[in-house]
């Protein structure tokens, strides 16, 4: 398991009952170094170069008045703060205000709870380098989640690394799947679906295979393909979607990406590590845009409020949910204005709260939406079948300031966790 590394300091002496009180607190999160002792004004200046092995400097006492080193340092630095009641201490006010007014980024929780999120989230961070996305394509990707300086940010900020190859790979793999395997999961796992052939469920559950496949012997963490525009086929020219494949892999921590968008991979990723729990990607649609949603979906939406609604539809359904998120969970043909044949998932998830995500395009931002999912409403439109309709607080500000069409989606208000990741980050948090 990832630790953060935190650097103790305390000026004279060392306070070891506080120290044990943060060890105790944190154990699971956390590895104290050696305490650092400082005696003298030289010795805090020296600061930086004692916590190069750190990836927290944690403040027990020292000189405040000089913040320079622990600007210099470039590291969160956690200023002890908590009473034996594990809650903020009313005396550290002015330290914590001097300290963040100066430049340096010290968080300020109310609570060790917060405090213990906190470095929960430090750790999704430090767990993402080295990660490796693959993306599958036909061509290289037209959007903006393509472009080389995004995938360079992605690596130098998150650590993130994004290969792009071709579908020779997946089609080698699909067809090294045994149908003997297809059968054993099939007898497993009895699939609810209805108007799907059984060769389109073979098919679906030996792409789920030959993907897990791939992503094994390359050490994957997440995966996408450019399933929209241009289908991957058998040698006798039947679709083959990974959209099953896609929601079973998320139930095991996998981000997979619709569309090959690595921006949703890398969010869903990152929320994974940080929450431990799964998520999915759809399209939203803000009905302060009625007119191009109406046009572009085929559905009227004249029963839905424009100011307060955002519709979620991704290839005719509410998206590629994990069977574990779900209410209801079918596989059902995909016949839309695009696809004509293969399978797709038909979802739905009970009446909640849910939060909508997204990272920038530069990694310096994470956008929440939080709405109150009121159902999966049924359409009988091409381009539309299932979609959730979602409460928000304003649609127009979501239609402004909205990153993508592309969102993840988490079950709940989880706008507090979201804050905190946003600090750990160093991340600008944006609530639309």
Known sequence: MTHIMVLPVARD?????????AKKAL???????DPCVITNIDEWNELPNRAKDADVIMIFSGYLDNVEPLRRAKKPVILWSWTREEVLSMWSWENLTWLRENGVNVPVFVS???LRLYFKALIAYKSLRGSRILLLMAKRPSFIWGFDPVLKLMKDKLGI????KDRSLLRKAFYEVQYEEVKNMIERVPYIHREISEQDLINSIRMYLALKKIINAEKLNGIG???LAEPFKTDKGLPVHPCLAFSLLEDSCIACGCEGDPLSIATMLLLMRFLNEPCFMTNIYPLSLAPAVAEHLGIP??????????LLCHCAYLGVVPPSMTSKFELVMKWDKIHKGGVMIDAEVSSQYVTMVKLSPT?????VILGKLLEVARFSALHCRAAGVVEVKDSVKVAEKLFSHHVVVLLGDRRKELKVL??????KYEEL
């Open 161 to 164: 690394t994004v290969s792009i």
């Open 27 to 33: 154990y699971k999160w956390v590895r104290f170094l």
């Open 225 to 227: 393909i450019d399933c």
């Open 422 to 427: 946003a600090d750990a980050g160093n991340l």
């Open 13 to 21: 002496t060392m306070p070891y009952d506080l120290l044990e009180m």
């Open 301 to 310: 939406i004249h029963d839905f409020s424009p100011k307060r609604t955002v």
């Open 363 to 367: 990694f310096s931002t994470i956008q």
């Open 112 to 114: 060790l709870d917060d």
